[in-house]
T-cell receptor, first 118, second 110 residues
C-alpha cells in the first residue's frame, strides 16, 4: 500500500517551453502533497506544499509564477514548470500525506521526474 | 549553518561490515527523526522513524537519537551489497516540514 506515482519519469524539453509533471497517490487519498527538488548529490529541498482545493504554499525563494502547482483532487497534484531554462534541470520528487495524518514523517514519496532543459 | 548536517561520503565498506551513518542538527524543536534510503534516480523510501530520543531497531537497522547532543545515527549490521544506496536523514518539528540532510552515499563491496 501507500504507492505514489509520477509521470513522466524523464522529460527533455527545449528552453522556453513548459513542462507538466503529475503526482498521483494510487491507493490512498492525500489532502496534502509536497513537491521537492534535488540536485545531484544534494539534499531534497522542499519547493511547495499543495493542499487539495486551495492555493499552494511556496517556500522562500521559489517563484510561484514559474512553478505552477494544482491539486485538483485528493489523488492528483501537478507541477508545471513554465518557460523552462537549463537551470531548471533537476530531479523533481513529489510526496503525498494520507488524509488524516498530520506528522511530517507520514508522507510517501514518488519515484521522481528527471527534467532536462536543453 | 545548515539546520541539518550530514557527511556526504562516499563511504565504501566490505560486505558484512557494520556501517555507521550520522547527522547533526541545530534546531532543538525537532521531534521526529527519520532515515530514508534512496537508490539512484529513485525517490526516497522510509527506513526508520524515531520520535524524540532513544533507540529503535528493525532487523539489521538501528536508529539512535540523542537530543541532548543534537545527534542521530543509523547503524547497519551485516551490510549487504543491496544496501548500496544514498541514505538521507530527515527531521521535523511537530506539524513542521521535513528538513533533509545532504545524504551519505554508501557502497557495500562483495
Amino acid at each position: 500500500g501507500a504507492v505514489v506515482s509520477q509521470h513522466p519519469s524523464r522529460v527533455i524539453c527545449k528552453s522556453g517551453t513548459s513542462v507538466k509533471i503529475e503526482c498521483r497517490s494510487l491507493d490512498f487519498q492525500a489532502t496534502t502533497m509536497f513537491w521537492y527538488r534535488q540536485f545531484p548529490k544534494q539534499s531534497l529541498m522542499l519547493m511547495a506544499t499543495s493542499n487539495e482545493g486551495s492555493k499552494a504554499t511556496y517556500e522562500q525563494g521559489v517563484e510561484k509564477d514559474k512553478f505552477l502547482i494544482n491539486h485538483a483532487s485528493l489523488t492528483l497534484s501537478t507541477l508545471t514548470v513554465t518557460s523552462a531554462h537549463p537551470e531548471d534541470s533537476s530531479f523533481y520528487i513529489c510526496s503525498a500525506r494520507p488524509t488524516g495524518q498530520g506528522d511530517a514523517y507520514e508522507q510517501y514519496f514518488g519515484p521522481g521526474t528527471r527534467l532536462t532543459v536543453t | 549553518q545548515k539546520e541539518v548536517e550530514q557527511d556526504p561520503g562516499p563511504l565504501s565498506v566490505p560486505e558484512g561490515a557494520i556501517v555507521s551513518l550520522n547527522c547533526t542538527y541545530s534546531n532543538s524543536a525537532f521531534q521526529y527523526f527519520m532515515w530514508y534510503r534512496q537508490y539512484s534516480r529513485k525517490g526516497p523510501e522510509l527506513l526508520m522513524y524515531t520520535y524524540s530520543s532513544g533507540n529503535k531497531e528493525d532487523g539489521r537497522f538501528t536508529a539512535q537519537v540523542d537530543k541532548s547532543s543534537k545527534y542521530i545515527s543509523l547503524f547497519i549490521r551485516d551490510s549487504q551489497p543491496s544496501d548500496s544506496a544514498t541514505y538521507l536523514c530527515a527531521m521535523s518539528a511537530k506539524g513542521g516540514k521535513l528538513i533533509f540532510g545532504q545524504g551519505t552515499e554508501l557502497s557495500v563491496k562483495p
